[in-house]
């Protein structure tokens, strides 16, 4: 989440409240590479030597490749009110914020928005895409269910009369308060493909919103905890809505997993007044961003203590199912979740990978109990309930550790305050920290690349990081460009305890920015700052979305695409750029590879933009329009797969 609205504006990812800075400068890394690596596009830096490299690969099988399999001619860096794309390749935006995906609808008016009417429309600020084929099991590949998380609001570019800054979002009134509550959350629509691309199939019984008012239950070894209790839901089982959906997931038998990131701001009152204010702390639950808490007393915790508590989940939703309720899985914990993508056991269990986004948190992975079942989905209904959580360990000699949090193991322990494997969950940040994990440069999106095997962790920057407060796994103060790191799980095996890490690359301009890394070919347009999302095509390829270009390099954020193995290993290139203030999020391909879907977030989030003078009034660039997040397609001009 980018956010950049006046000189007094802290990016919330930038407010820390990890206290623990393990290990220390003692694990400063060796800076020197050595020109085989460099040749291969590696870091070189905390090589798996302990296990074995997993990158191994001989110069000339490395050359052989060719600099890069990617053929597109790259983009060159931009920043200006609209969206650009590589030569050859062409744009269409599939919906936009307030198109209506139930009923009909009016012709989309934002001064007259209710929430009423919010509820039948597209939400706001699109993050997460995930594709589901229709009808489940087709492999046509012309025709899906896709689901969007909607992450926050820009009230200052939603509504008339609000100024831009900080204080811009505490002056909605109660009935801007509930367009934004219905705009939050996620959507499910029904996309189709024809001779003139992706368009929204007009009243799919699929189609659904998800706000911060839909019911929702709380399941796993959480539910019912104490610190769940609320005067509203005494069973700590039921909850209202979810919110702050940043990156997401998808299961093997086809529900979507929306993860609440940054639902800390949405809750305002008196610190001390929380019935855990250790807990507060830790979470960074001390005020608002918006005003919900002024006109929605479930938002003030000084009415409602415990109502925190209830978010900082993992939802899973029945894409397939419109009428089943959304399940909040606490077997996966609770923190700022930035994505929950799966890989497969060797045995069959699914293991998920999770990110904390913030500064000094760290990286999560829960393996479920027993193997998922391929024939019977419904055997799979609460597979999600029973597992083991673990957080991660980057060693100096470059393997990684796979911690479990479990009640009663090692610290986890009544006396030190945790006497339920619920009480872990709930507190889950404050668990991992007496295992001393690794805390990363902002964990965002986690995802395994189909071909390789590998997962890659994407981190998106960390200006606070000091001198003595490097490690191997985060080799520069502050960075303010962020990096990428690949794992190997041991034996391939995605549930085991430990595998070997390295860094592909590390972000920011080559000669300027210190320790800035990637290929010795890539090029002035190559670079690219803030990594935050990625996908993989069919080839194995890293796609790299961006977040906080603009702030942090100048430059517009966008998508960066290069291959991971071979000669042309991190040769980064531009591939798109978003217009102004936009982020570039939930880069997902059609299973083709000829379509590339984007959520563009946020246009428009520039300082002192406004909904009566935006920076930018893209997609529509209509007088009296302000910008819209939007979910555009990507296609080769002529048909072909995206890339070459």
Avoid at 565 to 575: D, E, H, K, M, S
Wanted: with cysteine.
């Amino acid at each position: 989440m980018a956010a950049a609205q006046s000189d007094d504006y802290t990016d919330p990812d930038d407010i820390g409240v990890n206290a623990s800075t393990e290990p220390s400068i003692g694990d400063l890394i060796e800076r020197r590479l050595s020109r085989r690596d460099a040749l291969r596009g590696l870091a070189g830096i905390g090589a798996a030597a302990a296990l074995g490299s997993p990158f191994a690969a001989t110069d000339a099988e490395a050359q052989a490749a060719g600099p890069s399999t990617l053929t597109f001619k790259e983009l060159a860096h931009t920043l200006d009110d609209t969206q650009h794309v590589a030569e050859g390749y062409e744009m269409q935006v599939l919906i936009r914020w307030g198109d209506p995906i139930i009923g009909a609808g009016s012709d989309f008016d934002p001064k007259s928005l209710t929430a009423a009417e919010q509820e039948k429309r597209f939400g706001y600020n699109n993050d997460y895409l995930g594709l589901y084929p229709m009808p489940a099991g087709s492999r046509s590949g012309d025709r899906f269910l896709m689901v969007a998380n909607h992450e926050y609001t820009n009230p200052n570019l939603m509504f008339a009369g609000l100024g831009s800054g900080r204080g811009a979002a505490l002056k909605a009134t109660k009935d801007q308060v509930a367009v934004e509550m219905a705009s939050v959350g996620g959507a499910v629509i029904e996309i189709a493909r024809d001779g003139a691309g992706w368009k929204v199939v007009p009243d799919s019984k699929f189609a659904r919103r998800l706000t911060a008012t839909t019911p929702m239950e709380i399941s796993g070894p959480a539910a019912g905890n104490d610190r769940l209790k609320t005067s509203a839901d005494p069973t700590g089982t039921k909850v209202l809505g979810t919110f702050g959906n940043c990156a997401g997931g998808s299961t093997p038998w086809g529900t979507w997993l929306t993860c609440e990131e940054n639902f800390n701001f949405y809750f305002d009152g008196d610190a001390a007044r929380l019935a855990d204010t250790e807990l507060g702390k830790r979470y960074g639950v001390a005020r608002a961003t918006n005003a919900w808490g002024q006109h929605v007393d479930r938002f003030n915790f000084d009415k409602e203590p415990n109502e925190p508590n209830r978010f900082g989940w993992v939802v899973e939703i029945d894409p397939y199912e419109p009428n089943s309720p959304p399940v909040k899985r606490t077997a996966l914990g609770r923190f700022k979740h930035e994505g929950c993508t799966y890989a497969l056991a060797k045995d069959g269990r699914v293991v998920l990978y999770s990110g904390d986004d913030e500064r000094f948190e760290y990286v999560y992975r829960f393996v479920t109990a027993r193997p998922w079942n391929p024939n019977d989905r419904a055997a799979n209904k609460n597979l999600l309930d029973e597992g083991t959580l673990s957080v991660a360990r980057f060693n100096a000699d470059g393997k990684v550790e796979w911690l479990p949090l479990v009640q009663g193991q090692g610290p986890l322990t009544a006396a030190n305050g945790f006497a339920t494997q619920g009480d872990v969950l709930v507190k889950t940040r404050m668990a991992a920290d007496l295992l001393k994990p690794t805390p990363m440069d902002r964990p965002e999106d986690i995802e395994t690349n189909p071909v390789n095997g590998r997962v890659y962790v994407v981190l998106t920057n960390n200006g606070l990081r000091k001198p003595d407060q490097v490690d191997k796994a985060n080799p520069r103060a502050t960075n303010d460009h962020g990096h990428i790191i690949e794992i190997a799980p041991k034996d391939g095996d995605h549930a085991a305890n430990e595998g070997a890490w390295s860094i592909f690359l590390l972000a920011g301009k080559p000669g300027q920015d210190a320790g800035a890394h990637y290929h010795r070919a890539t090029s002035d347009n190559g670079w690219l700052s803030c990594p935050d999302n990625i996908a993989f095509d069919s080839k194995g390829r890293i796609w790299i979305a961006t977040d906080g270009g603009p702030s942090a390099a100048g430059i517009a954020d966008g998508i960066y695409a290069a291959d991971t193995v071979g000669f042309g290993r991190a040769l980064t290139r531009c591939f798109y750029q978003a217009p102004t203030g936009a982020e570039v999020c939930g880069p997902i391909f059609a299973p083709d590879d000829g379509t590339l879907f984007l959520a563009i977030q946020h246009p428009g989030e520039d300082r002192n933009s406004t909904f009566e003078k935006p920076s930018t009034r893209w997609p529509d660039f209509k007088d009296g329009m302000p910008p819209r997040p939007s979910v555009i397609a990507i296609t080769k001009k002529g048909g072909g797969t995206i890339g070459s």
